[in-house]
C-alpha cells in the first residue's frame, strides 16, 4: 500500500535557526497537507499544495510540492519557540475522490531552545 | 463558527469492554473520518462516513465500527478493546463537494487507555 515517510524524525534547533523536513510517498500523490501538532494538542491543518513544483508561503514557513508529485517540503526561517510541535504531512490514497482517506508520516518533532 | 468537537476527552477502559466514541463535525461539513494516533506516530486512518454510510476504511478489524447520523455527527465503536487499542482517537471532518480537496478539520481526540 501507499507509504508516506518523513525525515528527520527529530530536530533540534537554537531559536532563529532554520529547518527543514522532508516527505516523500511511495505513489504519485494528487496532492499534498501538511499539518502541525503541538504537543498535547491534535493536528491542525497548515496548507495544501496540489500543483507539481508548487511552492507557498506562510510568514516564516515555505511549503514545495515536488515535481514528479511524490516528495514534499517543509522549511521554517528563523525558527521560534512556538514553532515547537510535529509536523506531518499526509497525501490522500488512491484517486482523488472527496472522500480521499488521507496517508500520514510518523512526522518530524522540532523542539527549539531559547 | 464551531469546529470538531469530541467526547469525552479521557477514557480508561479494561481488555474486554467496549466502547463508544463521540465527535459532532465543524458547522457545515458533512464528512466525517476516524484516525487512531498511537504515541510517536502520526494519525492512521480508520474509516470515514458520508451520508450516514462508511465510505471508505482503512486496515482495521471488524472490531473497530461507526455510524453516522442525520445531523452529521459520527460515533465510533470498539468491541472487546486490546491493550494495543491505547491511543488518541480523532475526528476530523471535510465537505463533500469542494474543489476535489481533502482539507480536514481535527478535533481535539479522545485519549483512551486499555488496562
Known amino acids: 500500500g501507499q507509504q508516506v515517510m518523513q525525515i528527520p524524525q527529530y530536530q533540534h534547533v537554537q531559536e532563529g535557526e532554520d529547518f527543514t523536513t522532508y516527505c516523500n510517498s511511495s505513489?504519485?500523490?494528487?496532492?499534498i497537507q501538511w499539518y502541525k501538532q503541538r504537543p498535547g494538542g491534535h493536528p491542525v491543518f497548515l496548507i495544501q499544495?496540489?500543483?507539481?513544483?508548487e511552492v507557498k508561503k506562510q510568514k516564516r514557513l515555505t511549503f514545495q510540492f515536488g515535481e514528479a508529485k511524490k516528495n514534499s517540503s517543509l522549511h521554517i526561517t528563523a525558527t521560534q519557540t512556538t514553532d515547537v510541535g510535529t509536523y506531518f504531512c499526509?497525501?490522500?490514497?488512491?484517486?482523488?475522490?472527496?472522500?480521499?482517506?488521507?496517508?500520514f508520516g510518523d512526522g518530524t518533532t522540532l523542539t527549539v531552545k531559547p | 463558527d464551531a469546529g470538531v468537537t469530541q467526547s469525552p476527552t479521557h477514557l480508561i477502559k479494561t481488555r474486554g469492554q467496549q466502547v463508544t466514541l463521540r465527535c459532532s463535525p465543524k458547522?457545515?461539513?458533512?464528512?466525517v473520518s476516524w484516525y487512531q494516533q498511537a504515541l510517536g506516530q502520526g494519525p492512521q486512518f480508520i474509516f470515514q462516513?458520508?451520508?450516514?454510510?462508511?465510505?471508505q476504511r482503512g486496515n482495521f478489524p471488524d472490531r473497530f465500527s461507526g455510524h453516522q447520523f442525520p445531523n452529521y455527527s459520527s460515533e465510533l465503536n470498539v468491541n472487546a478493546l486490546l491493550l494495543g487499542d491505547s491511543a488518541l482517537y480523532l475526528c476530523?471532518?471535510?465537505?463533500?463537494?469542494?474543489?476535489?480537496?481533502?482539507?480536514?478539520?481535527f478535533g481535539p481526540g479522545t485519549r483512551l487507555t486499555v488496562l
Open positions: 476530523a471532518s471535510s465537505l463533500v463537494g469542494g474543489l476535489g480537496t481533502d482539507t480536514q478539520y
Open positions: 505513489t504519485t500523490l494528487s496532492n
Open positions: 499544495l496540489v500543483k507539481s513544483g
Open positions: 499526509a497525501g490522500p490514497q488512491g484517486q482523488v475522490t472527496n472522500a480521499g482517506k488521507s496517508t
Open positions: 458547522s457545515g461539513h458533512d464528512t
Open positions: 462516513y458520508y451520508e450516514e454510510e462508511e465510505r
